[in-house]
């Protein structure tokens, strides 16, 4: 067996040559390598934060808390027993909890044990106060300095004692923070003035008043309340102050309350530093296993455990919220990957085509296709190595890793494609066969290679129609059954499917052209018209250009959703620039609210309306539940033309018995005519007549809106406890009320400064000025392919009088269809395929919306996608023109010359 030698002069000569096509080539791959090896990467750190985000600003949510009742005790004599030990049943619980948590051990900070009494009402003073009797302890005390008295105390040490079930309140000593004595007006020995929910007295007693020694202790979160007041807690206009037990107090304070009115509770909260990806899935499932263990029956009262969390929730959200985001990137990084290939085969064709001669010249004088193909084999690997090298360590340094499977496509593209090119060229060239001169002989062959290309036409097709089909019918979501790489596929499969498309038409179009253009009596446009079917008929540029120009359009598109998404989420979630939720004991100070918010400065609109969630609801006989909203129609619907949210119809007058009202169903179900009924409490049910589709209030999907006037007709009372405002003055206008505040403004931006939308935003445009330099390069390259031809043709044709102004529009006739194409098809591809790919992205899930984001079309920017196209053509006419001016007549002249 003969081993293939290597000419090594021929390989560092062509080297040397075609040092500039090499350089592109390695310049792409370093490029596709730095964006598809880091953005998996970043994206994997990026999903972390999420989590640790979402799981830091769910607050109290995220917390794993378990609850027990104490044991029963009942006395002999039929009273109650005082326990001394009651913080030792505390420790008791930690103990057999710690025992339990199993994976979630790891991640959850100390725990804090916990009590909390029932709502009490102080009566001094005109402003509502609430009070809470609270016991705490953890990892750190909490420590406190006593300034001023002691620390509460036991009321009897008497051991065994038993309380009758009808004894006076039995005293209760607490401590209180420097801030709570000073707003109460109390010190150590005073005693508080409360009452519980039945107006029952209680007998509290302040024993000191403490500092803490570190307020930011995490015992202190449980119960904030202790430290300084907290406004809001037990409702709008209510201020919450709490009052610290000792474990010498805590017996008394079971004693002034009835057995289940003061549950000992263990509270765990996660460390959001700890957290991860990859641990969250082992938390969500540690977290329902728990949940499953919890008892709600038990012989011994002491082992009947509740467990309570939303952090399994908390962490699904943002699970959903990170496959939507890996969805989209893998999108965005499989239009890159596409594209690249296409530039590297045609930077590969090209390159053949300068060094067509010399492989010819090489296989004549007896160099084999193996040692060719092995020689170029080795000059391709090296080029794509020492590349994607230098990208791998941009990859390390800035993304401190390298996603290896993305980089494959284009690695093997680089390597294979030079040299799978240059052996064909070198066979071609050298080979034996001649054209058969039998016309059938020539027609079953040319009928073979439009079989071929039509097999890998179809095969094309085939992929973006699967790839399509999984997309609409299973989204890219795990949690909907669906996969992410192949439907991520289906936007840049869908866009090379319409090039492929445009590849049949565009030479059908030219030879059109040119048929015109020969029955015109200009020359110039047979000339130019004559180039232009001879370049359309080149798969690759054309391919090329309509996919990048078609998928930077898409890329600029998902920006633009996901910015309006934004933006529309946020005022569907508030329903105006600002929202304000008013409690049961401020119902009556609304009307006066609203007229003074009206008059403020800046402010628009302020409209009042009643917002009852989960409002009972007939269709039918089928109860559905639904967000019922009482407001004057007319005012909310100049409100709603003041905002860019959908619009509200007008509501007729009652004509009958039942109520005109706007319903809106997220399943469509109820329509114009259908009856619904508003069940009610001691009275008769509401009848409601559907003659319209209301908006979705505050991001509602289930809404049933009526006017107050006609529910006031029918005797119902509305006590409007939502007021909802217009206008820049919106923020200040609500400031200091007593009210729930939201405001539309903060939430939209803490929602675009998100780890995962922040890094999908600039993704998609990095994505977008990759595939347009890419396209560029592209351009460039279809052109340099064409350029001996075309300087060839305009040459010779300048010896027989073209002047040179006419042989720049000659060549820019040539170039100009392959412009056009990826100006104004590629981009109207990428829009086309942004509308039908879109929806099942969810990109819903990171606007913070309830339904998909609707499509928003950049046209400005997609217009300079295709503007920038077109420059290429004078870009690159005017750099050949400038070449050809240092080019001989003699070279023009000479036979064969190129």
């Known amino acids: 067996m003969i081993r293939p030698a290597l000419h090594w002069p021929s390989v560092r000569g062509r080297a040397r040559a075609d040092a500039g096509p090499l350089l592109l080539s390695a310049l792409v791959v370093v490029v596709v390598t730095i964006l598809g090896g880091s953005v998996p990467v970043l994206l994997r750190t990026t999903a972390d934060k999420a989590v640790q985000e979402a799981v830091r600003q769910s607050g109290d949510d995220a917390d794993v808390q378990v609850q027990a009742r104490w044991e029963w005790d009942d006395g002999p004599d039929g009273g109650r027993l005082r326990t001394p030990d009651s913080a030792g049943a505390l420790h008791d ?8 948590l199993g994976a979630l051990r790891s991640v959850l900070l100390p725990p804090v044990e916990y009590t909390e009494s029932p709502y009490l009402k102080i009566l001094d003073g005109t402003e509502p106060r609430s009070f809470r009797m609270n016991y705490l302890a953890g990892p750190s005390g909490p420590a406190v300095t006593w300034v001023s008295g002691t620390a509460p105390k036991a009321t009897s040490d008497e051991p065994d004692l038993e309380v009758p079930f009808n004894a006076p309140p039995w005293p209760v000593q607490v401590g209180l923070s420097e801030t709570s004595a000073k707003t109460l007006g109390v010190g150590p020995g005073d005693r508080i003035k409360i009452e519980d929910v039945n107006h029952t007295p209680k007998d509290v007693r302040v024993s000191g008043v403490f500092r803490p020694v570190d307020p930011d202790a995490a015992e202190w979160r449980a119960a904030p309340w202790l430290l300084q007041p907290v406004y809001g807690q037990d409702g709008a206009g209510i201020t919450r102050f709490g009052g610290l037990l000792s474990a010498q107090s805590l017996p008394d304070a079971r004693l002034a309350f009835s057995q289940d009115e003061m549950p000992r509770i263990i509270r765990f909260s996660p460390d959001p530093s700890l957290l991860t990806l990859d641990s969250a899935n082992r938390i969500v499932s540690a977290v329902i296993a728990l949940k499953a263990s ?3 029956s038990s012989g011994d009262r002491s082992l009947e455990e509740q467990w309570s969390t939303q952090l399994d929730f908390v962490l699904r959200d943002v699970q959903d919220q990170i496959d939507a985001a890996t969805a989209q990137a893998s999108v965005l990084l499989t239009a890159v990957i596409v594209v690249a290939v296409l530039i590297l085969l045609l930077a590969a064709q090209l390159l053949v085509a300068r060094r067509a001669p010399a492989l010819t010249v090489a296989r004549q004088r007896g160099a084999s296709l193996t040692s060719l193909g092995l020689e170029l084999l080795l000059e391709s690997a090296l080029v794509t190595v020492i590349s994607a090298a230098a990208g791998v360590l941009v990859c390390v340094l800035v993304a401190g890793g390298v996603s290896w499977g993305w980089l494959l496509p284009v690695g093997l593209a680089a390597i294979l494609a030079g040299p799978a090119f240059g052996v064909a060229a070198a066979y071609r060239a050298t080979r034996d066969r001649r054209v058969p001169a039998n016309r059938s002989a020539r027609k079953i062959g040319e009928r073979t290679a439009a079989l071929r290309r039509l097999t890998l ?10 790839a399509l089909t999984l997309l609409r019918q299973h989204g890219v979501l795990p949690s909907a059954g669906g996969t992410v790489l192949l439907p991520a596929a289906a936007p840049a499969l869908g866009v090379l499917t319409g090039a492929v498309v445009m590849l049949r038409l565009l030479p059908l179009v030219t030879g059109l052209t040119l048929r015109q253009a020969l029955r015109s009596t200009r020359p110039l446009a047979v000339f130019g018209a004559a180039r232009a079917a001879v370049v359309s008929s080149r798969a690759l540029p054309v391919l090329a250009l309509v996919t990048a120009g078609g998928l930077a359009s898409f890329a600029l598109t998902v920006t633009s959703t996901t910015d309006r998404g934004l933006t529309d989420g946020a005022w569907r979630s508030v329903g105006a620039d600002a929202r304000l939720q008013v409690a049961n004991e401020g119902l009556a100070k609304v009307p006066a609210m609203v007229k003074q918010i009206a008059g403020s ?29 009482i407001v004057d129609s007319a005012a909310y619907r100049e409100l709603l033309a003041d905002t860019p949210l959908p619009q509200l119809p007008e509501l007729p007058g009652a004509s009958g018995p039942a109520v005109p009202a706007l319903v809106r169903y997220a399943d469509g179900d109820v329509h114009p005519g259908d009856q619904l009924r508003l069940s009610r409490k001691g009275a008769p049910a509401l009848t409601f007549t559907a003659v319209g589709t209301a908006p979705p209030v505050d991001g509602a999907q289930d809404v049933v809106l009526v006017d107050a006037a006609a529910m006031t007709a029918t005797g119902y009372t509305v006590e409007p406890d939502t007021v909802w405002i217009t206008g820049p003055g919106a923020a200040a206008a609500s400031a200091g009320r007593d009210a729930l505040v939201t405001l539309r403004q903060p939430l939209e931006d803490s929602r675009r400064s998100a780890a995962l939308v922040t890094g999908l935003i600039r993704l998609a445009w990095a994505t977008a000025g990759t595939l347009l330099a890419l396209g560029l390069l592209g351009f460039a390259l279809g052109a340099a392919a064409g350029a001996p031809a075309r300087w060839q043709t305009l040459s010779r044709l300048r010896t027989l009088g073209l002047r040179t102004g006419e042989a720049r529009r000659v060549a820019a006739g040539e170039l100009l269809p392959l412009a056009l194409v990826a100006a104004v098809v590629g981009p109207l591809l990428g829009v086309l395929f942004a509308r039908v790919t879109l929806g099942p992205l969810a990109l819903r899930l990171l606007t913070g919306q309830s339904e ?16 920038l196209f077109l420059v290429m053509v004078v870009v690159v006419v005017s750099a050949e023109a400038a070449a050809r001016r240092r080019r001989r007549l003699s070279e023009v002249l000479r036979v064969g010359g190129a």
């Not at 619980?93 to 339990?100: A, C, M, T, V, Y």
């Not at 036409?457 to 699967?466: H, I, K, N, P, S």
């Not at 400065?601 to 539940?625: F, K, L």
């Open 93 to 100: 619980l930690r103990d057999r909890s710690l025992d339990k």
């Open 294 to 296: 919890s008892t709600t």
């Open 457 to 466: 036409e179809a095969a094309v097709l085939a992929a973006a129609a699967v």
């Open 601 to 629: 400065p800046g402010v628009h609109h302020a409209v009042a309306g009643q917002v009852q969630d989960q409002a009972p609801v007939v269709v039918g006989d089928t109860s559905r539940p639904a967000r019922l909203v």
């Open 852 to 867: 998909n984001p609707v499509l928003v079309l950049p046209w400005l920017m997609i217009g300079v996608v295709g503007v």
